[in-house]
Antibody, heavy 125, light 112 residues
Framework: EVQLVQSGAEVKKPGESLKISCKGS????????IGWVRQMPGKGLEWMGI????????RYSPSFQGQVTISADKSISTAYLQWSSLKASDTAMYYC??????????????????WGQGTLVTVSS | QSALTQPASVSGSPGQSITISCTGT?????????VSWYQQHPGKAPKLMIY???NRPSGVSNRFSGSKSGNTASLTISGLQAEDEADYYC????????????FGTGTKVTVL
């Protein structure tokens, strides 16, 4: 069974760093893109970026380029999303998600058929 | 890359059909047959309902159908049921971003 299991909720202060995780199981982790999606409270879905664990090819949405870092550790089938200095505006639910096909062709990320349960990040002084 | 445009809300009575639009440009919706639709219930992760404009993943009800005309894609829900009340998002491939994918603004579906 394919599963994406994300790390638990976090409460942080502005300026602190954070790294959240998404562990894949039940499939070949290195063969599928994994994406990160932000959902601010009461708002819509926003693409943050994606990574292909097989070769660490990483793409960012222009809005998030330079604001976050996406990485993956193939040895433990885990993708990461990290911040070096959090802001109150980073308060949101963060989802990882995977497309249905094992291919490097990036068009497949338009369809995400497996999602993690979400990680709620709260940034408050 | 701007989000695709969806109506903020659509409503219908049980048993009726409703259609949600998703408007983009020739660089995304109009240029490629890579449009997906997601359903999201409160407090839950999104669920893929339609991919490649009109294909349903296994297990998705055939009451959900997708189509596209020009720069606008559409999701139709027929035989509306109470459990269809949720937020719906479209997504499209785009040539205007290094990420090459963009979401719509989202539509709240209310079953009256």
């Amino acid at each position: 069974e394919v599963q994406l299991v994300q790390s638990g909720a976090e409460v942080k202060k502005p300026g602190e760093s954070l790294k959240i995780s998404c562990k894949g199981s039940g499939y070949s982790f290195t063969s599928y893109w994994i994406g990160w999606v932000r959902q601010m409270p009461g708002k819509g879905l926003e693409w943050m970026g994606i990574i292909y664990p097989g070769d660490s090819d990483t793409r960012y949405s222009p809005s998030f380029q330079g604001q976050v870092t996406i990485s993956a550790d193939k040895s433990i089938s885990t993708a990461y999303l990290q911040w070096s200095s959090l802001k109150a505006s980073d308060t949101a639910m963060y989802y990882c998600a995977r497309p249905p096909y094992p291919t490097k062709d990036i068009v497949v990320v338009v369809a995400l058929d497996y999602w993690g349960q979400g990680t709620l990040v709260t940034v408050s002084s | 890359q701007s989000a695709l445009t969806q109506p903020a809300s659509v409503s219908g009575s049980p048993g009726q059909s409703i259609t949600i639009s998703c408007t983009g440009t020739s660089s995304d919706v109009g240029g490629y047959n890579y449009v997906s639709w997601y359903q999201q219930h409160p407090g839950k992760a999104p669920k893929l309902m339609i991919y490649d404009v009109s294909n349903r993943p296994s297990g998705v009800s055939n009451r959900f159908s997708g189509s596209k005309s020009g720069n606008t894609a559409s999701l139709t829900i027929s035989g509306l049921q109470a459990e269809d009340e949720a937020d719906y998002y479209c997504s499209s491939y785009t040539s205007s971003s290094t990420l090459e994918s963009v979401f719509g603004t989202g539509t709240k579906v209310t079953v009256l």
